[in-house]
C-alpha cells in the first residue's frame, strides 16, 4: 500500500511538516525568531541597567558619607592646629615662652 502525500525535496517522508516551505513562511518565522531574540535582549539590558543603577546608589551614597567624614576630620585637624593651642601646649608642657624684645637677635648675611 502506497503512502499518499507531497514529499518534499529534504527527505523527510510523511512527517507532518515535511511540505515545501513558502518564502512569506521562511520570513515570517525569522522575523518571530529576530523578535524573541530583541525581546529578550531589551529585558536583560533593563535588568543590568537597574542592577548598575542600584551599584551607582550605593556608591554615591558612600561617597556622601566619606565627605562628610572628610569635612570633619579637615575640623578636627583645623582644631588641633591652630596657633593658639600650639603656643598654649609649648607653654605648659615644654615651658617655653615668646621672647622678649630684648632677646632677639638680628642676624644679617
Known amino acids: ?20 516551505l513558502d518564502p512569506r513562511s521562511a520570513l515570517l518565522g525569522v522575523v518571530i525568531v529576530a523578535l524573541l ?5 531589551i529585558i536583560s ?3 543590568l541597567t537597574r542592577v548598575q543603577y542600584a ?5 554615591e551614597n ?5 565627605q562628610t567624614e572628610w569635612g570633619r576630620l579637615l575640623l578636627e585637624e583645623s582644631t588641633w592646629s591652630s596657633p593658639a593651642r600650639i603656643e598654649s601646649l609649648a607653654s605648659k608642657r615644654l ?6 624684645v630684648d632677646e632677639v637677635k638680628v642676624i644679617h648675611p
Open 1 to 20: 500500500m502506497a503512502v499518499q502525500g507531497r514529499r518534499s525535496g529534504l527527505g523527510l517522508g510523511n512527517w507532518p511538516f515535511a511540505r515545501r
Open 37 to 41: 531574540i530583541t525581546a529578550l535582549a
Open 45 to 47: 539590558t533593563s535588568h
Open 55 to 59: 551599584r551607582l546608589q550605593k556608591l
Open 62 to 66: 558612600q561617597r556622601d558619607s566619606l
Open 95 to 100: 615651658n617655653m615662652r615668646v621672647p622678649s
